[in-house]
């Protein structure tokens, strides 16, 4: 059974940094296109990153520059380094992933996504 697992959340102080990190189960995340959601309370799930099989990488314009998604393959892994966080980052963090190639007008858009994780929370404060 396929199984995307996020970790790395925990409660980090404004300024500092925290990589979260993603990985499954039944498949290799090299093949698919992989994306970072994040859901603070009351908001709605929102984009910020994607990493297409092909290596492009995608950012929400607003997190550009903060935020950075990476891949390293022969742990199956996909990484979001955040630095510089903000009480605004604290959210719980998601990872999705599809197969195909997905289309740069589409990586924003939950539903493109057939699987997803549970789940990491990330808590900014002082």
């Known amino acids: 059974q396929v199984q995307i697992v996020e970790s790395g959340g925990g409660s980090v102080q404004p300024g500092g940094s925290l990589t979260l990190s993603c990985t499954a189960s039944?498949?290799?995340?090299?093949?698919?296109?992989v994306g970072w959601f994040r859901q603070a309370p009351g908001k709605e799930r929102e984009a910020i990153s994607c990493?297409?099989?092909?290596?492009?990488?995608f950012y929400t314009d607003s997190l550009k520059g903060r935020f950075t998604i990476s891949r390293d393959n022969a742990k199956n892994t996909i990484y979001l380094q955040m630095d510089g966080v903000e009480p605004e980052d604290t959210a719980l963090y998601y990872c999705?992933?599809?197969?195909?190639?997905?289309?740069?007008?589409?990586?924003?858009?939950?539903?493109?996504?057939?699987?997803w994780g549970q789940g990491t929370q990330v808590t900014v404060s002082s």
């Open positions: 999705a992933a599809v197969a195909g190639l997905i289309r740069e007008e589409k990586w924003q858009i939950e539903y493109e996504y057939d699987w």
């Open positions: 039944e498949f290799n995340l090299d093949e698919y296109n």
């Open positions: 990493i297409r099989r092909d290596g492009r990488r």
